[in-house]
Every structure is written in structure tokens, then in C-alpha cells.
């Protein structure tokens, strides 16, 4: 009789648990990653995620943190404003391609206020002259024109692309290398301080990442494809929402454009620890923290 009593107890605890257990296995399924279809090598991209952060995690970042521990302010935007000057003929000559010849006149107005009344580009004058700082590259280019942008793929250190930006990634990284010195320790030493200087504008913001979502990896992800589309389309992605009936729905306004867009400004730059924009052009490369 005692069995059959505690049987049956047993039974009822496991009935008043199955609720409790269904839930917990919704919230379980409700926590995994949904599979991004833009993203069909995703178990080689989170290995290669994983092996760049360690690489960030070791070398890089700390390398950035000595840095930001001995320069001055000052000097760091002296740094950046160099490289910036630097990226801005490369940035005309796509700007050039994608049919901004106005925009393609700015950049190259800017190497030149900057490369001379700025003491090569240590001064910022044509931003304050009025000529905007602009963010272009190869593979924004071939995005204008139709390529398609393929699939997501991280690179070895250099983090996050897409297969259209990896395709072009050689010739955006020839011609930032083209300023470099023929002489190698110089070459390298250029080199590496560019990389420190990217590393160096994010200290702090990976922690924001961190906290903020469970599967990093998909957040940098989603938010990188995202930042794409709207620097290929200059703010202004094609973006067509259904309603349930059918019909299309009302386009984001505005100002959620301009908010998402400054929301993923910087996020490219956590998927590789930095290391995927040292040669890349920034929207500015003072990068005040």
C-alpha cells in the first residue's frame, strides 16, 4: 500500500512537472540561434569568430590597451587623421566608380587641404573647411553595380564579410598599401600601428557587446550584413515589408535609417578584434571613444 501511495505521489509531482518541463523546453528552443540563410558556412564562420577573438584576446587587444596607456589623446587623433588622410584617394576613386563625382571631388579635395594646409593629414582642416569625411570601398562598389552580396564568410584575422567583400578585399587592400614604405621594418612598423590605432577605438565596446546578447557571433553577424547593405545603398537599403493581407507595408522612416546606421557603425570592427580594418577606411579614424 505504501508503494502504490508513493507511486502514485510520484506519478502527480510528475504531471505538475510536465507543464514546468514543456516551458522550459520552449524557452530552450526559443534561445537557440534561428538559422540565417545568409549565413550557410556557419559552422566554419564560428570557428574562424572564435579563433580571431582569441588571437584579439592574447595579442591585440593588449597591445591597444599600452597603447591608450602611454600616447596622449591628442597624438591619437594626430594617428588617425594620418591613416584617414591616407584612405581618402581610394575612397574618391570609388566613389568615382559607383557615379559620385561630386563626392569623388570632395575626397580628393580633402587629400589635398589635408596633405598640405594639415602638415600631411596630422590636421583635419578640410573637415572643418566643410568637405565631409566619406566611407567607401571596392566591395561597396561592386555592390553598386549589381554583384550580388553572397554569402557570409569570416576571414582568418580579418574578420567579418561577405563572399562579394572578400572577392574585393585584395584590391581595397593594395591600394591602402600602395602609401606604404618600400623599406620593410618601416612598412611593418606602419602597419602595426594602424592596427593598434583600429584595436584601440574599440577598447571597452566589446564588454557592451558581451552583455547585451547571448550568441555573440549571430549579433556581429546580423548586424554586419545589415551595415552593408546600407553603406551600398547610401542609407537607403530597398526594404519591403507585407502586411497580413498581403499588401506591402509602409517603409521604415528616416530617422530609424539614420538610428540603425549609426547603431552598426563600429561593429565590423569586433568580429576580427580589429585586425580586419587595417587596412580598411573608416568613417573617422580619430575615433574619438
Not at 78 to 84: Q, R
Not at 96 to 112: E, H, I, N, T, Y
Not at 235 to 240: I, L
Request: charged fraction near 20%; include cysteine.
Amino acid at each position: 500500500m505504501k508503494n502504490f501511495a508513493a507511486r502514485l505521489t510520484s506519478v502527480r509531482m510528475g504531471v505538475r512537472a510536465a507543464p514546468l518541463l514543456a516551458s522550459a523546453l520552449l524557452l530552450a528552443g526559443c534561445a537557440t540561434t534561428a538559422r540565417n540563410p545568409a549565413d550557410p558556412l556557419e559552422g566554419y564562420n564560428r570557428a574562424m569568430f572564435s579563433f580571431n577573438e582569441q588571437v584579439d584576446k592574447v595579442v591585440v587587444k593588449p597591445v591597444a590597451e599600452v597603447y591608450d596607456a602611454v600616447l596622449p589623446e591628442p597624438l591619437h587623433i594626430a594617428i588617425g587623421n594620418v591613416f584617414g588622410n591616407l584612405a581618402d584617394p581610394w575612397i574618391g576613386v570609388n566613389n568615382l566608380l559607383q557615379g559620385k563625382v561630386a563626392d569623388a571631388l570632395s575626397d580628393m579635395m580633402r587629400f589635398l587641404v589635408n596633405s598640405t594646409f594639415g602638415f600631411l593629414g596630422v590636421l583635419d582642416v578640410a573637415s572643418e573647411a566643410g568637405l565631409p569625411k566619406h566611407d567607401e570601398d571596392f566591395g561597396q562598389t561592386l555592390g553598386r553595380w549589381g554583384v550580388g552580396e553572397g554569402a557570409y564568410f569570416v576571414l582568418p584575422f580579418f574578420g567579418p564579410r561577405t563572399i562579394r567583400d572578400a572577392a574585393a578585399f585584395p584590391a581595397d587592400l593594395a591600394a591602402n598599401s600602395a602609401w606604404d614604405a618600400g623599406h620593410i621594418p618601416t612598412r611593418n612598423t606602419v602597419t602595426a600601428v594602424r592596427i593598434t590605432h583600429q584595436r584601440w577605438r574599440l577598447l571597452g565596446t566589446e564588454k557592451t557587446v558581451d552583455e547585451g546578447t547571448l550568441d555573440k557571433y549571430a549579433y556581429v553577424r546580423d548586424f554586419y550584413l545589415e551595415q552593408r547593405r546600407y553603406k551600398v545603398f547610401d542609407g537607403a537599403p530597398p526594404r519591403v515589408y507585407e502586411d497580413f493581407n498581403g499588401a506591402s507595408a509602409t517603409p521604415l522612416g528616416k530617422g530609424v535609417d539614420v538610428a540603425a546606421t549609426t547603431a552598426v557603425e563600429n561593429l565590423e570592427l569586433l568580429g576580427g578584434g580589429g585586425l580586419m580594418l587595417a587596412y580598411g577606411p573608416a568613417a573617422d579614424e580619430s575615433g574619438s571613444r
